[in-house]
């Protein structure tokens, strides 16, 4: 398993506490994030950009829980 970098933890950290304190459908809305569906094996997953090489994946439970799946650098 790859070591994911400190400032890659802090951000996904701040991605979790915006979603606690202002809701995920907020957040989705922010542009910087680049919050997307999955499709294929990894449909029913999203998708957050925490920068140009890391994605953070994560599964929506109910209106109020998300579950984080992983955090990996993106093949391209």
Known sequence: MERVPVFIREKAQ???FAVKT??????AKSPG???EPLQG???GQRSVRLNR?????????D?????????H???Y
């Open 53 to 61: 090489a890391y994605r953070l994946i994560y599964r929506v439970i």
């Open 33 to 35: 994030y680049h919050d």
């Open 22 to 27: 202002a809701g995920l459908a907020e957040v």
């Open 73 to 75: 650098k993106h093949d």
């Open 14 to 16: 701040m991605w979790m």
């Open 41 to 43: 094996l990894r449909a």
């Open 63 to 71: 209106s109020s829980r998300i579950r984080l799946l992983e955090i």
